[in-house]
């Protein structure tokens, strides 16, 4: 597909312009579950990666439009973050600094926001790090604790939950913290070092196999956490009612990839999982699965079909 591709931010900035806020029934607009995955490529089954073992979600690709030339707007985190929710270049916010510290100019606002204004009950669990401090109104709730379980009955939802595990700091912890991180893990998903696929430009040693090795480990581990999540969604019933992103925030935590704005530091997953009654708002079904070359990380493109439905004014937005 030669679409352009849908921005992290497309079906949240659409929530928000179905209706107007205070008329618009709660049952007429989706939930929005944001699934994160910190430090991480493609390295995936359901993107061609045969030494990944991914099981929960390749099962949630072939529900999902999932794009293969995502890529963040740089290398790191917090940049990418203050861009992901404000729809704004961090060049231009100031927050290109990784542990910067800049000030919203009065005109821009967390999209979360402009959600909170339409009804929605906003939840962060619980990573912000967005080189600015938190506005008041961006989130009802940003703990450990954040939940759209703890919303008003029927109020629609839109939560993130992110999952360190895979964090470039979880490779190389102390054997007691990297067992209890990979505990669900069986004998056979656990990486063989001898396999890992190290890249030309690391030196193939037994420390980089380990820690490739680790790095596969914690990606499964992860799996893991996110099958539990979308269990939740099931069990509660509301599978159907809900729009699920997964993403990850910036590429591999290992040297000359994650920091770096070649592709190892760039390049990660995206996969939307659209419901039935959501389906219209897809831009393609699942499979055959879309590709394009835009900025994945940021909410800016698609802030387009809000702005044409009235409800904001986003001059600032970049899209």
């Not at 940049?79 to 270049?89: A, D, E, H, M, Y």
């Not at 196999?209 to 480990?217: E, F, K, M, P, Q």
């Not at 990850?248 to 530091?265: A, F, H, R």
Request: some cysteine.
């Amino acid at each position: 597909m030669n679409a352009p591709l849908i921005a992290i931010g497309a079906a949240l900035w659409l929530a928000a312009g179905f209706a107007d806020a205070q008329t618009a029934a709660p049952a007429a607009r989706p939930n929005i579950l944001w699934l994160t995955a910190e430090d991480i490529c493609p390295n995936l089954g359901c993107y061609g990666d045969t030494y990944a073992v991914t099981p929960n979600l390749d099962r949630f690709a072939t529900q999902a439009v999932r794009y293969t030339q995502a890529f963040g707007i740089t290398g790191v985190c917090a940049p990418n973050r203050s861009c992901l929710i404000t729809g704004v270049f961090p060049t231009r916010l100031g927050s290109h600094g990784m542990r910067s510290t800049t000030t919203l100019p009065a005109a821009v606002k967390c999209f979360s926001e402009y959600l909170h204004e339409a009804g929605y009950y906003c939840s962060n669990n619980a990573k912000t790090d967005y080189n600015f401090a938190v506005p008041k109104d961006a989130w009802d709730e940003c703990s450990r604790k954040g939940h759209w379980r703890n919303r008003k009955p029927g109020q629609p939802f839109f939560a993130v939950f992110n999952h360190e595990v895979c964090h470039e700091g979880q490779i190389r912890v102390p054997e007691a913290q990297y067992q209890e991180n990979t505990a669900r893990l069986t004998p056979a998903q656990r990486h063989d070092p001898a396999k890992a696929p190290v890249p030309p430009f690391h030196p193939d040693t037994p420390e980089v196999r380990r820690d490739w090795a680790r790095y596969y480990d914690n990606i499964t581990a992860m799996d893991y956490q996110i099958a539990d999540k979308l269990k939740e969604l099931e069990d509660a019933g509301l599978a159907e009612d809900t729009i699920v992103f997964f993403f990850g925030d910036n590429g591999t935590g290992l040297p000359g990839m994650k920091k770096w704005i070649w592709e190892g530091g760039i390049h990660v997953p995206l996969m939307v999982r659209f419901p039935k009654k959501w389906q219209h708002l897809a831009p393609a079904a699942p499979p055959p699965f879309p590709a394009s070359r835009q900025p994945a990380l940021r909410t800016g493109n698609s802030s387009l079909a809000a702005r044409k439905r009235g409800r904001f004014s986003a001059s600032w937005s970049h899209g």
